[in-house]
């Protein structure tokens, strides 16, 4: 089996962890926005909010959120052995290690694509909608930035994962030429 069968670094692990958890905030703030409550808005914005939440608005922020912690759950993939082989109930592929480009493309698009959506929110349009009147501002204002400020951590945390997953498939690679190179040489010699 050519792959990746080294154990994940601790710190791989802590990060995928990390990653995971990164997501949990943003989400309980959107539920809560979702289920009506109060979370700082005034004027025309709580207006809007208030006519689709509670509502189909909280039917949207409830699947985004799910999603949202569903794709982090993801990089747990990277360094537990569930994320190197097809599930088994998939019929005629279950039990087959994956090949590691399918999942590191998948991982490495998705830290590009979190990172520039996170850091660009959080440099741009989070610092105007902050200056809106409308917005939270005060315990409310601090309590939404803290909530949303882990997702940058989600993008780094998943690319560091994806990375080390590379050098582990590699060094898998390696292991196993060795040992096909020895078996190699042993029926040669005998």
């Known amino acids: ?52 939440m509670p509502g189909w608005g909280t039917v949207y922020v409830v699947v985004l959120s799910a999603v949202a912690e569903g794709l982090a759950f993801l990089t747990l993939g990277l360094v537990r052995p569930w994320g190197r082989r097809v599930p088994r109930w998939v019929p005629s592929l279950g039990g087959r290690t994956l090949p590691a480009w399918t999942v590191l493309a998948p991982a490495g698009l998705g830290a590009l694509a979190v990172t520039a959506v996170t850091w660009s929110a959080a440099l741009g349009p989070w610092q105007r909608n902050m200056s809106d009147p409308d917005s939270p501002h005060g315990l409310a204002g601090v309590v939404m930035t803290l909530c949303y400020l882990p997702l940058v951590a989600w993008g780094p945390l998943l690319a560091a994962v994806a990375l080390d997953h590379a050098r582990r498939a590699r060094a898998g690679r390696r292991t196993a030429r060795c040992r096909l190179m020895e078996a190699v040489g042993e029926s040669v010699r005998s």
């Open 1 to 52: 089996m050519v792959g990746n069968t080294e154990a994940a670094p601790r710190w791989a692990v802590r990060a995928a962890q990390a990653a995971a958890w990164s997501v949990v905030p943003s989400g309980l703030w959107r539920v809560a926005l979702g289920f009506g409550l109060p979370v700082g808005f005034h004027g025309e914005l709580e207006r809007m909010f208030g006519r689709w």
